[in-house]
């Protein structure tokens, strides 16, 4: 696939990013999270897009947060890469909600 292919995607996807988090907004506080990935797709990740965090970063601003969870991607277990086991995914849910909570208050 072509860089031009890769870029057309990529910025279809956020421009989607934006229209969901606009209707979101509608019906109250969106926040944004990276969720944890293992580190061998994060490897992966950062090689296909380097720039993640500078590209994200004008439509985290829509939001009312953005939690990054990607320095912690050695915390977790995970089942095949993506998925978290039930008990790391029980830890990402609750700081999640604790990240929710402190912004409520801010």
């Given amino acids: 696939m072509k860089d031009s292919n890769i870029f057309k995607i990529i910025q279809e996807r956020l421009d989607y990013l934006k229209k969901t988090i606009e209707l979101l907004k509608l019906h109250g506080k969106?926040?944004?999270?990276?969720?944890?990935?293992?580190?061998k797709m994060f490897e992966i990740e950062l090689k296909l897009?380097?720039?993640?965090?500078k590209i994200i970063s004008p439509i985290a601003k829509m939001t009312n947060?953005?939690?990054?969870?990607?320095?912690?991607?050695?915390?977790f277990q995970y089942t095949d890469g993506n998925h978290l086991?039930?008990?790391s995914g029980q830890l990402v849910s609750k700081e999640i909600a604790e990240?929710?909570?402190?912004k409520r208050y801010q």
């Fill in 49 to 53: 897009l380097p720039e993640f965090n």
């Fill in 85 to 87: 086991y039930k008990k």
């Fill in 99 to 102: 990240w929710i909570k402190s």
């Fill in 65 to 75: 947060g953005y939690l990054d969870m990607s320095n912690e991607n050695n915390c």
């Fill in 30 to 39: 969106v926040y944004m999270v990276r969720l944890p990935i293992h580190p």
